[in-house]
């Protein structure tokens, strides 16, 4: 279903739309990778730890629904299929580099210099 009808069918307010739209464990990695020029399935499951190739395609295929993603599908074999981010997306991206530098602000420094866990996407 598409992010307009959801909002008119369930008369929920846009930001509740919004965060339901990225919410999904793998769809902002998956963003950001587009981002730096990843485009095909294959590469998403290498550079996104832990990632299960069936979650990963069902996050990938709502996030198409959903508008932030175009999937395009070669007549080749072995099949290929790649993946851009929309003008939405693109959009998306932007406010993705804006949340970074909060969630920067809500870790102490210490722990963003120590910590391997923390993933700072502007580096």
């Not at 959801?6 to 739209?21: Q, S």
């Not at 590469?43 to 069936?54: N, P, Q, T």
């Not at 959903?66 to 007549?75: R, T, W």
Request: proline share 6%.
């Amino acid at each position: 279903m598409e992010i307009k009808g959801r909002a008119e069918e369930n008369k929920i307010c846009p930001l509740e739309v919004a965060v339901n739209t990225i919410s999904g464990k793998w769809k902002i990695p998956i963003v950001w990778q587009i981002n730096e020029g990843k485009k095909r399935p294959s590469e998403f499951l290498r550079g996104i730890a832990k990632v299960d190739r069936r979650v990963l395609n069902q996050q990938l295929s709502e996030m198409v629904e959903d508008g932030i993603l175009v999937k395009e599908s070669f007549n080749e074999l072995p099949p290929r299929v790649e993946y851009t981010l929309t003008e939405l997306g693109e959009k998306l991206v932007q406010i993705l580099w804006q949340l970074n530098d909060w969630g920067k602000l809500l870790i102490p420094e210490e722990d963003l210099l120590e910590s391997p866990q923390t993933q700072d996407y502007s580096q």
